[in-house]
């Protein structure tokens, strides 16, 4: 394991470590409305402050960003791209579906490592460029399933922008049609997770920040997978549309955002 995986995984654990402790036990004057729809608690903040701190002493000259607005300006052109506590919605309905989401991503924009961890059933995924995806230190593969009728698919819906509803629900019917089931977990880094290690067949979503999504396309691509945005390009950080699976159910789902979402790329945020 690099020092970097080693590092990140340990920050991981540590702010794992902080929800177990909160899970169930959140009080009202702990949750803030951040925006509409959009909600912070006390442990995304102690969650991020724990990983910032490990991740800065280790790497003073990297660069930091994380979705509670911890940013660090470092020279070495490295960027760690942390989500706190992907899911927190969940996290404050006590539903056990929640993550901790870091990457570490290079100046010429390549992923290098991610770990994603599930801490309520104590699941740690890791991934490495070149060096292949693992859950608990075991290797993981994509799924090898082609068949539709037998595909499970995940996926994220809208819940603050609405102008894409209408092409949203326009896919996802057809999506239905051409699969056994879908589900909609609320974390997009456990959906990418589960699709690296074959749980789900593949995984779809619109407009993701990176914090939700990086350490999960790695571990998909690590795992064999294919990833890309909407219209097919590797670089999924332009539109923050993600498309994930395996070269079946990638294919079915690109083709059917090709003619759902037209001309995303004319309107990047």
Not at 98 to 103: E, H, L, M, T, Y
Not at 214 to 226: F, I, S, Y
Request: proline share 4%; aromatic share 10%; glycine share 8%.
């Amino acid at each position: 394991m690099s020092r970097e995986l080693d590092t990140a995984v340990k920050a991981a654990k540590a702010a794992g470590e902080i929800t177990l402790r909160k899970f169930g036990e959140l009080s009202s004057r702990e949750i803030v409305q951040k925006e509409f729809k959009d909600f912070v608690t006390e442990v995304d903040k102690a969650c991020e402050a724990a990983i910032s701190s490990q991740i800065t002493a280790a790497f003073p000259d990297d660069s930091m960003l994380c979705e509670e607005g911890t940013i660090a300006e470092g020279g070495s052109g490295r960027t760690w791209i942390v989500d706190p506590l992907d899911g927190t919605l969940n996290f404050i309905h006590s539903f056990p579906v929640f993550s901790i989401s870091i990457a570490l991503q290079d100046a010429d924009g390549e992923l290098l490592c991610g770990v994603v961890l599930q801490p309520v059933l104590d699941e740690l995924f890791t991934a490495m460029k070149g060096k292949g995806a693992y859950l608990n230190g075991k290797p993981v593969s994509i799924s090898p399933r082609t068949q539709k009728e037998a595909f499970l698919i995940a996926t994220g819906l809208p819940f603050r922008e609405y102008h894409y509803l209408d092409s949203y629900v326009a896919m996802l019917k057809e999506v239905i049609h051409d699969s056994a089931g879908i589900r909609r977990a609320g974390s997009a880094a456990i959906d990418l997770a589960y699709t690296a290690c074959g749980r789900f067949d593949g995984f779809w979503e619109y407009k993701l920040y990176p914090w939700d999504f990086a350490a999960g396309v790695l571990l998909v691509r690590e795992a064999g997978g294919t990833v890309t945005d909407f219209e097919g390009r590797s670089d999924v950080f332009g539109t923050r549309s993600i498309i994930a699976g395996n070269a079946t159910t990638h294919s079915m789902l690109l083709d059917k955002a090709l003619n759902h979402f037209p001309g995303i790329s004319a309107s990047r945020p």
